[in-house]
DNA sequence: AAGAATTTCAACCGCCAGCTC
DNA sequence: TGAGCTGGCGGTTGAAATTCT
């Protein structure tokens, strides 16, 4: 829509002002408003207070009303949209604060791209201001070649996903029968809801548990995305809405699950959209694995967080498989011929590639402390290239387009492809965070899965501990957001 | 000073889930 | 049970503002 300066009673117009049908539609849900051409564009003050006026005298809710009793010609959308963006009495003004700009990094490390539980999280702040935000400041560092995800969030995440493994190892195996006979695994979303500043960032750790069950099948199965097993083209408000999907454990209950990971897309220099690796990589992508052993380095499922394999095995095993699956578990019990077909590039069935995980669960616990001790590097060390390491797992495999650990991970280094100081023909590792490093000539790999037209230009060395440790991550340092 | 480039942010769009009838 | 309605969400757009050259 493009808007001029229309200055009419109402003051400035759309253009398109619009009575177009299409608009109503839009607007309406499908259908026509009764009441004659619906106003878009920029709200007056005189529509405002008529607004402010109908809200305090009807309160909230029942916005398509406020057209038919106010005589406002605006949508209820709209009218909903301005007075929670705009009008609300609560609404906090102007720029976010430090405080609160840590506070929407670390829920996006938790959250992605869930501005409106963000929002209900910032008081205040309205999603699509925390939405703008983040676009832009991460629109800037991209620029500028730098990550998104302070360090010290990448760190918390690794470790409340290192909790949430231990957890989960203990449910996998503890669960009680009687338990998984009944509903009673869901997660209630309301654990997640109103960690406030004041009481940090613990709880909200996307796992798979976390995934749709249908994302997974509808990308996961077949897919020939390179990454984009547990990364669907769906709307991700369609995703946030599928708790009601079901996730039958192994034992045949039947789980809601939380959904949670998120859509990120980004676009790089060439404006090139491409689809940010998910948390989860495709392990059974044959490209992927004919051509690289070193990105086979997690099971099949195993999701951002570093050393998160456990953490996939632990919650996908009790649930995530998707009730249209049930019936294929039951008439195809696990058994070495899917085995193998797991540890196959061409099989990328969901199923299989659960129940290899949930194999991989009780070696992967025997093998966690190797991961951790695998991960305090000195420096100038390199990091093996081991399935045990954590940081490779965690970083080179799995884009996470939400997480430290996934997205930001993922998209930082590949998007941020270093060039200088270093050969594109040498392997590097460099310490992206205190005792973590990670293969760069991995990353170049995961960068040019995209096209290889990262921008070379707009890369950081991350060669230079500074570059990621030594930035005031809010821009009161050298680098600006 | 002027034009270009970039940033900001309000508003729109499409989709979806829940509710009601 | 299904259609229609409503509200909510996340992505996108584009005008205005700001910064850069």
Not at 88 to 117: S, V, Y
Not at 166 to 195: C, R, W, Y
Not at 260 to 285: I, T, W
Not at 357 to 382: C, F, H, I, W, Y
Request: overall charge negative; glycine content about 8%; some cysteine.
């Amino acid at each position: 829509m493009s808007y001029t300066t229309n200055e009419s009673d109402d003051g400035i117009m759309p253009k398109d002002h619009t009575d177009s049908p299409s608009a109503e539609e839009a607007c309406s849900g499908g259908n026509l408003m009764e009441v004659g051409p619906l106003k878009k564009g920029p709200w007056t003050s005189a529509e405002d207070a008529i607004l402010v006026d109908y809200v305090n005298k009807h309160g909230e809710g029942n916005w398509n009303a406020v057209q038919k009793h106010s005589g406002l010609s605006r949508c209820g959308k709209s009218c909903r949209l301005r007075w929670a963006n705009h009008l609300r009495p609560d609404l906090k003004k102007g720029a976010f604060t430090q405080e609160e700009e840590q506070c929407i990094i670390e829920l996006h490390a938790r959250m992605g791209n869930k501005w409106a539980r963000m929002a209900s999280e910032l008081p205040g702040r309205t999603d699509n201001e925390i939405k703008n935000y983040w676009n832009t400041r991460i629109k800037r560092r991209q620029r500028a070649g730098l990550p998104i995800y302070p360090p010290e969030v990448c760190q918390q995440r690794l470790d409340e996903s290192q909790e949430s493994q231990n957890m989960s190892t203990f449910l996998a195996g503890h669960i009680h029968p009687d338990l998984s006979q009944t509903n009673n695994f869901e997660i209630p979303a309301v654990e997640f809801k109103n960690f406030g500043l004041k009481q940090g960032f613990t709880s909200y750790s996307p796992t798979l548990l976390d995934v749709p069950a249908r994302s997974m099948l509808t990308q996961g199965i077949g897919s020939s995305h390179n990454y984009y097993f547990m990364y669907p083209p769906m709307h991700p408000s369609k995703r946030l809405r599928e708790s009601d999907t079901v996730f039958p454990d192994l034992n045949g209950c039947v789980s809601n699950a939380l959904p949670a990971f998120n859509q990120y897309e980004y676009e790089d220099s060439a404006s090139e959209k491409v689809a940010q690796p998910f948390g989860l990589s495709s392990p059974y992508d044959p490209d992927l694995n004919a051509n690289d052993p070193t990105l086979l380095v997690g099971a099949p499922f195993t999701p951002i967080f570093g050393n998160s394999t456990l953490v996939a095995g632990a919650h996908l095993l009790p649930h995530c498989l998707h009730l249209s699956l049930v019936d294929t578990l039951i008439q195809s019990p696990p058994n070495e011929q899917t085995k193998s077909e797991c540890l196959s590039p061409r099989n990328s069935g969901l199923l299989e590639a659960v129940l290899y995980e949930s194999r991989m669960l009780k070696s992967s616990k025997n093998n966690s402390s190797l991961q951790a001790s695998n991960t305090s590097v000195v420096p100038g060390d390199v990091v093996d290239n081991s399935p045990l390491n954590l940081c490779e797992t965690g970083w080179e495999v799995y884009g996470d387009p939400i997480s430290p650990l996934g997205h930001s991970a993922a998209s930082v280094f590949s998007e941020y492809t270093p060039i200088s100081g270093s050969s594109s023909d040498e392997p590097m590792s460099v310490e992206t965070m205190p005792g973590r490093k990670v293969y760069l000539e991995a990353v170049d790999r995961v960068s040019t899965q995209y096209g290889g037209k990262k921008a070379i230009s707009n890369q950081m060395d991350f060669s230079r501990p500074d570059a990621l440790l030594g930035l005031d991550w809010f821009g009161h340092g050298t680098e600006q957001w």
